[in-house]
Nanobody, 123 residues
Framework: VQLQASGGGLVQAGGSLRLSCAAS????????MGWFRQAPGKEREFLAG????????YYAGSLKGRFTISRDNAKNTVYLQMNSLKPEDTAVYYC?????????????????WGQGTLVTVSS
């Protein structure tokens, strides 16, 4: 599967952005989908994940309810709605797909990665 992330950009602190990740192929609903981010000099960080059906979602505790993951299997797309953005949210955001798992929060568990989209939050 190929993944194409989009929706990043420059936003002021307190603002919102919605990231999208479009997947190729006809088996999208078989993949657990996740969002990660990586800031300069830091390790890649798990943010959120959702099962193939979208029926279950998981989040990093540090987000405190500011981000929401969702998916539209008819459109082969997963989204990350980000609200109340802070300067420390500045990073490159990646979507990723894991086949055959129902829960994945570490980068090594994922099989495919999008190219990343840059989010910059100004203070």
């Amino acid at each position: 599967v190929q993944l194409q992330a989009s929706g990043g950009g420059l936003v002021q602190a307190g603002g919102s952005l919605r990231l999208s990740c479009a997947a190729s192929g006809r088996t999208f609903n078989r993949y657990f989908m996740g969002w990660f981010r990586q800031a300069p000099g830091k390790e890649r960080e798990f943010l959120a994940g959702t099962t193939g059906s979208g029926g279950s979602t998981y989040y990093a505790g540090s987000l405190k309810g500011r981000f929401t993951i969702s998916r539209d299997n008819a459109k082969n797309t997963v989204y990350l709605q980000m609200n109340s953005l802070k300067p420390e949210d500045t990073a490159v955001y990646y979507c990723a797909a894991a086949l055959g798992v129902v829960y994945a929060t570490t980068a090594v568990e994922y099989d495919y990665w999008g190219q990343g989209t840059l989010v910059t939050v100004s203070s």
